[in-house]
């Protein structure tokens, strides 16, 4: 195939290309979930800048500490001691204390007037978010990736609306759509393993780690449906309560894996009691857990229509988050 992940370029390279080649101002903030292409995006821009580029990593077994990334600050200060360089600091969130220790050794640059440019990226947006608002109000711009859409998929590897409705918007995993069981593995073993266990299980206290994992295999098998919060519950067979369940929704779709969508009404307190229609953020969720063959999904006429359902749902679930509005659903009985 001539065209390919690391020669197709997204909308959000060419923000990214322009904030950097600004005079040095605000950190800046790459997020979106796992498999998005952010460490390619990022590498795609910093190698057409003129300036010297340190490129580190904090996604490691066991988490970072503030000690380490002062030392790779302090090397990236020595760079830039002339004409400047570029601080890459990839899976952020993985340091403890991160935004604390940004801060500082940020205001030091500033007080120096270090042109240290620093980009952070990082793959749980609301543990991001939290240490953003907490220490670096006023110091950071954001730069969302969300899942890819049908004409990036299509533009990048060839596929066709069938190919994306099974499977779905990961860039990396496209190579191997070729054989589905490999794809399939690759998804549940290297993506929604390594999503629920480090992005959201190793930096969130979750107190019933397998009811979260039913919940997110509930979701994949509903997705596009209204499900209660006590019927989930009884589904899940677990004596947890509706504010968990709407909690470790919400870590969930921190992490793009699955998301509800509350239903419309005039009052917010009345949106958000509702029973939420549940929304995998990506399709391949669905095939990759569903264990059935491309085949098989497009002759199960109720799998294949979840799945087109499902693909409208996450495409404006992903716009949402980028473009700052919430999405609600209607019921087709519903009067105003």
Request: proline share 4%; hydrophobic share 40%; charged share 25%.
């Amino acid at each position: 195939m001539s065209n390919s992940e690391k020669t197709f370029f997204r909308e959000q390279a060419a923000v990214l290309s322009k904030r950097l080649e600004e005079p040095r101002r605000f950190l800046q903030v790459v997020t979106g979930s796992r498999q998005v292409g952010k460490t390619t995006l990022v590498n795609q821009v910093v190698c057409d800048q003129r300036l010297p580029v340190r490129f580190v990593n904090a996604d490691e077994p066991t988490l970072r500490d503030r000690m380490w990334l002062r030392q790779q600050w302090e090397a990236a200060r020595l760079e830039a001691s002339k004409t400047g360089a570029i601080l890459v600091v990839d899976e952020i969130q993985k340091v403890e204390q991160w935004s604390e220790t940004i801060k500082q050794l940020w205001d030091e640059d500033t007080r120096n007037n270090c042109p240290l440019k620093v980009v952070l990226l990082g793959s749980a947006p609301l543990l991001l978010q939290r240490g953003l608002t907490e220490s670096l109000a006023g110091r950071f711009e954001t730069i969302h990736l969300p899942h890819w859409s049908l004409a990036e998929m299509e533009a990048a590897f060839g596929y066709s609306l069938e190919d994306f409705l099974y499977f779905g918007g990961y860039p990396g995993a496209a190579p191997l759509r070729e054989d589905p069981t490999r794809w399939r593995n690759y998804l549940l073993d290297s993506l929604i393993e390594t999503s629920v266990s480090r992005d959201i299980l190793l930096l969130t206290r979750v107190d019933k780690p397998a009811l979260l994992r039913r919940l997110f295999e509930l979701g994949c098998r509903y997705s596009g449906q209204i499900l209660s919060y006590t019927k989930m519950l009884g589904q899940l067979q677990d004596a947890g309560n509706t504010v968990t369940l709407a909690h470790y929704l919400e870590l969930l779709g921190a992490a793009g894996l699955l998301t509800g969508i509350p239903k419309f009404a005039g009052e917010t307190v009345r949106q958000r009691a509702s029973s939420p229609k549940l929304q995998v953020l990506n399709t391949a969720l669905m095939s990759a857990l569903e264990g059935i063959s491309p085949e098989e999904a497009r002759q199960d006429r109720s799998f294949y229509g979840r799945l087109v359902e499902s693909a409208v749902g996450a495409h404006l679930a992903n716009a949402a988050r980028t473009e700052g509005f919430e999405p609600t659903f209607l019921n087709s009985d519903d009067r105003f």
